[in-house]
């Protein structure tokens, strides 16, 4: 019998290659676009549509999120009891979405009571009506819930940031005043329904053991012209204006933390920079053995925590950093902060420290393909752009390639001091 040596640490393997089970398209009657992930042993399915329906596309404040988070509550077939009732009787689970750009509705489901709840679903996405008593309790509820997080300096930079970065009348900067619950209504929650919640604006992700009477279904409930509209008019493209003066600052007298925001408006994942760009964030604060963590967690002991990342947004992105740490340390924080930048732009990054960041984003990439739901959410993140599959692969390439030189020319190209925004909420 052969035993393990618990001395001797396993041998370490790189990720030469990773496989993908890639999405296929399928049209529905209707021209929707259906892509399907079938993978996975478990009788199991999970059906999302998916429509550009998120902030970027609302006439106001609160209108996407509040239509999507009440498609749930009633419909003129349904109420919100019968639905949940209907949805739960067959151990099934809808969930609701929204995002700066998209929005999204969800069936969880095992295969064989697919027939059954998609009818809930196809109710839910037709036939929403916004009930009155209904809307009145959500509205309630969450200006409650803005209240409570409007006393948080962390809720107070991460609003003002994108105002900051954005402008106050880009739609990723507009932000959620307390007048703007007073003004929203059933007929603004109608029309942006009406005009958005269509066959038109909809896309279906399928992932799991997909069998072969799924498509016929989908075809049965969400094939038909029942519920086209108008042709979507896009947005009219908005400049994006950031502010001019550097240091800002939101000034909460009875604070004990600050919070800390510094960052700029960068691109979006279609950028040639963005995935080398991703393994230098890494490297600085981008997971817990990052540099920033390193030093102002484990070194200094300002924070609990801290990070900075890089989002992608449809029509735009950008970059930032984010903490909390004690008023006392504030401004000794945010040196240490500018020290660790200028560091990645005046030095090269040890080979050890590099190799150690391409292994773990090689392993949490891995990770973020296993199963039939996560390579659809993977599958989503290169849809969303028009993007191949060939992402994937020049991503695998990048982290395996780039040089420590060209990270520290990156540095010196996007870690600008004097082109990022710094605000702090609190006390500095």
Request: overall charge neutral; charged content about 25%; proline content about 3%.
């Amino acid at each position: 019998m052969h035993t393990i040596d618990r001395k001797i640490s396993p041998s370490f393997k790189t990720v030469e290659k990773i496989e993908m089970i890639r999405a296929t398209e399928k049209r529905l009657n209707n021209k929707i676009p259906v892509y399907s992930i079938n993978a996975g042993t478990q009788e199991l399915i999970k059906v999302e549509f998916l429509f550009e329906a998120g902030m970027f596309q609302q006439k106001m404040p609160l209108q996407a999120t509040t239509v999507n988070s009440m498609l749930e509550e009633g419909t003129s077939k349904m109420t919100a009891a019968q639905i949940a009732d209907a949805v739960d009787f067959y151990g099934a689970f809808l969930e609701v979405g929204v995002s700066q750009d998209n929005a999204s509705v969800v069936l969880y489901t095992l295969n064989k009571h697919l027939k059954a709840t998609l009818p809930v679903v196809e109710d839910v996405i037709k036939n929403a009506i916004f009930p009155e008593e209904e809307l009145s309790v959500h509205l309630t509820n969450k200006k409650q819930k803005f209240h409570v997080n409007n006393q948080k300096v962390a809720t107070l930079a991460r609003k003002r940031f994108t105002e900051l970065i954005f402008g106050e009348k880009h739609p990723y900067g507009i932000n959620v005043h307390e007048s703007d619950f007073e003004k929203i209504n059933r007929e603004c929650l109608n029309s942006f329904y009406k005009s958005f919640y269509r066959s038109n604006n909809c896309k279906i992700v399928l992932a799991g053991k997909i069998n072969e009477d799924v498509f016929p279904l989908l075809n049965d409930y969400f094939g038909g012209n029942d519920w086209s509209a108008e042709a979507i008019q896009k947005p009219k493209p908005v400049k994006i204006v950031s502010n001019t003066e550097r240091e800002q600052m939101i000034y909460k007298e009875d604070a004990l933390q600050s919070a800390i925001r510094i960052g700029k408006v960068l691109f979006n994942k279609t950028h040639p920079d963005f995935q080398s760009l991703q393994i230098l964030n890494t490297v600085f604060g981008g997971y817990f053995g990052s540099r920033l963590m390193s030093n102002i967690r484990e070194d200094k002991g300002y924070t609990y925590g801290i990070g900075s990342g890089i989002a992608s947004l449809q029509n735009s992105g950008y970059f930032f950093i984010s903490t909390e740490v004690g008023v006392d340390v504030c401004k000794n924080a945010i040196n240490e902060i500018y020290i660790e930048m200028d560091r990645l732009r005046n030095e090269t990054i040890p080979e050890d420290e590099l190799q150690l960041v391409k292994n773990y984003l090689l392993g949490t990439f891995l990770r973020s393909v296993d199963g039939p739901f996560a390579m659809a959410e993977r599958f989503k993140g290169i849809l969303e752009y028009n993007l191949s599959y060939n992402y994937f692969d020049d991503y695998i390439a990048t982290i395996k390639g780039v040089s420590a030189s060209q990270l520290r020319d990156l540095a010196n190209t996007y870690f600008d001091k004097e082109s990022m925004i710094e605000l702090v909420a609190g006390k500095k």
